[in-house]
Nanobody, 125 residues
């Protein structure tokens, strides 16, 4: 089970930190990712991280502003979002999957079998 938290309403230029608490599985052997979906749009990749946190990928739209991380001791993943823009408004989902090798940080939604319920992020201009 994956449970996201930390969403909310923030002004443009502000920051939020999302958390994804994972239970019922071995988190430290699962790749993890964040996706987002805005109204009327398809779900899109935001960032991903491998087992150890040593490999990360970001969508071009968030590179330099967002940081994905994980704490395997706490079974929790994070997405630090800085310099938020109205275009970042969306429901953010965390995803995890144990099928991948330790060095892999997939970027496709189809590569993840477990998903959270989502948390709303709204950025006002």
């Amino acid at each position: 089970q994956l449970v996201e938290s930390g969403g909310g309403l923030v002004r443009a230029g502000g920051s939020l930190r999302l958390a994804c608490a994972v239970s019922g599985r071995t988190f430290d052997s699962a790749a993890m990712a964040w996706f987002r979906q805005a109204p009327g749009q398809e779900r899109e990749f935001v960032a991903s991280i491998n087992w150890t946190g040593g490999r990360t990928y970001y969508a071009d739209s968030v590179k330099g502003r967002f940081t994905i991380s994980r704490d395997n001791n706490k079974n929790t993943g994070y997405l630090q979002m800085n310099t938020l823009e109205p275009e970042d408004t969306a429901v953010y989902y965390c995803a995890a999957d144990q099928r991948h090798r330790a060095w892999q940080a997939p970027r496709a939604a189809a590569d993840f079998g477990s998903w959270g319920q989502g948390t709303q992020v709204t950025v006002s201009s």
